[in-house]
């Protein structure tokens, strides 16, 4: 009898699967981090925000703000990837952003000319132009939910009385918080942008720092090695050059069991295919009837 690699893999699955339907494992979800918890807005459901993306530096936090800024501005660091709304009294609060292309667009003083609470999108003319694969479906415009890129809210930023095309807006994906991203503008965690939505009015003063006055307020910056905005230090240029090597090494581990799972896999089902052989041969079944049967059992155990 001849059988194709193809039919004996199939085989050996329908057996793990089977096997794996009477001890399924569900593993509780972490808790949530304080003021990140799922909630229903607008008759949307979002996600709480996963603890690994809740490093310090990307929670909201009040902070000192020894700087010029009036208080009730928002000041954006699109190179240390932070947002600082303006207290009174030398304070501020502090929120990571993620900052597409468009948001590298624009530096220096605006304000905000318009709110939207769950806003459509469209995309620019310049995104459509740069990728049609991924934009040209889009350019009559999508409306508000949580597949929109502006997700729960958005501010827009104008200056004399123009949309400037530079927002503030949710993101429904909370890895990108803290890192450049290839397209969007301000992006922050919708738990966050919700509270920063209700706290400023339109005409709010919006100021975004040119490099020399993100060097001059925050330091040099750099990325780590996962793409998140750190001072540059010697600390974390060392850190992240021996990140880099774990990481490396990480994924050459990955392929390796990857191969070794696939050819243990592989001899699991010549193995498994030989012994059903066995099986019909000795009760004097045809391939097709021993093929039937198999399928048979198979679906009994599951």
Known sequence: ????????????????LAACSSREKIEEAPAAVAGYEA????????????????????????????????????????????????????????????VGREGTSFRGKGYIGRKAHWPSWTPTANMIRRQPEMYAAFAGGLPGGLDNPLSSRALYLYRGGRDTMFRI???????AIGLATSAGCIRMF???VIGLYDEVANGTKVKVRTLEESLAAEGPYMDDAWGRAVPETPENI????????????????AAEKKLKDEEAARKAAVKAEAKRQRQCKRQGLNPEQCAAAEVVEVAKRS
């Open 39 to 98: 909630l229903v807005d607008g008759g949307y459901e979002i996600p709480a925000v996963e603890p690994q993306y809740l490093t310090e530096a990307h929670r909201k936090t009040e902070v000192d703000y020894p700087h010029a800024d009036a208080p009730g501005t928002i000041v954006v660091d699109v190179f240390a990837r932070k947002l600082y709304w303006v207290k009174p009294d030398g304070r501020a609060t502090r929120y990571a952003i993620a």
């Open 238 to 253: 060392a850190k992240k050059a021996k990140d880099q090597e774990r990481i490396a090494a990480a994924e050459r581990d």
């Open 190 to 192: 919708n738990q966050d």
């Open 169 to 175: 807006h949710g993101s429904i994906d909370n890895r």
């Open 1 to 16: 009898m001849h059988f194709s690699l193809s039919r004996l893999f199939a085989i050996a699955a329908l057996a793990v």
